[in-house]
């Protein structure tokens, strides 16, 4: 059974910039009704004029923000209760998509650094899909979409507290897809590579001016459409672009050589 975007209910978290703008605009497009979560009021405000339905005698809008941080269990259930009044309790897709990274050798990071990125990378997702369980038994054909990263299957230098945190959505998707599968709920894991987004610009206890050294980057809407074809085709995992997949798959093939190429 294919997921249909056509009056579904979705959250998207980290909704004001890069893939998780695009992947709202591409499912309201299609007439979803998405309740869009960031800290940023102002670009969810967009959002939502952007999608008023003037016809309507009350000015609705299929664009619901929720303004506010994610590692925030009061943020959480508002999020609950904001998508629990659009179709009797019923949500067909949670997205988990808000995420921080951080650059630079663990030995002279902080501890706070690791807890930062774990809260919002893992910990936040993970008990979010936790109160949004019993809502997703109720949707259509549901499916929690996880936007993880090529780096949450080979790890890199000098982002370690990043890669144990996709790391850790990676086995955690895993392990749900197959606890969930009874329910009818598919987990999808999204694993993009660099992408074109504001990411660089959001990094902690990281010195400015960091940039990717990776090749062939995608832009947000490309990860977007990507991401929302996974979805509508309930497939348990994606890994987006050709040097991501050469990544990745070189990893499994042998380990050392890649450890040998990464510490250089």
Known sequence: MRWKAKDAVAIV???????????????????CHVVGVARREDRLLKIEERHRNTDNPKNASRFVPVIGDITDAAIREKI????????????????????????????DASPDRLRRVMEVN????????????????????????????????CAVPDKSEYCASKFAMHGLS?????????????VTLVSPSTTESEFFNSLIETKEGQTSKSIGSWTPDRVARVTLSAIEHRRSEVICSLGGKALVYADRLSPPIMNRILSK
Request: glycine share 14%; aromatic share 4%.
């Open 174 to 186: 895993d392990s749900l897809r197959a606890e969930l599968a009874g329910d009818g709920i598919q």
């Open 80 to 107: 609950v209760l904001a998508a629990s009044d659009i179709a009797e309790g019923r949500i067909d897709l949670l997205v988990n998509n808000a995420g921080i990274g951080a650059i630079g050798p663990f030995a």
């Open 13 to 31: 978290t980290g909704a004001s910039s890069g893939i998780g703008r695009c992947l709202c605009q591409r499912l309201l497009d299609r007439g």
């Open 122 to 153: 893992f910990f936040a997702p993970a008990e979010l899909i936790r109160i949004t369980l019993p809502m997703l038994r109720k949707g259509n054909a549901s499916v929690i979409c996880n936007i993880s990263s090529v780096l949450g299957h």
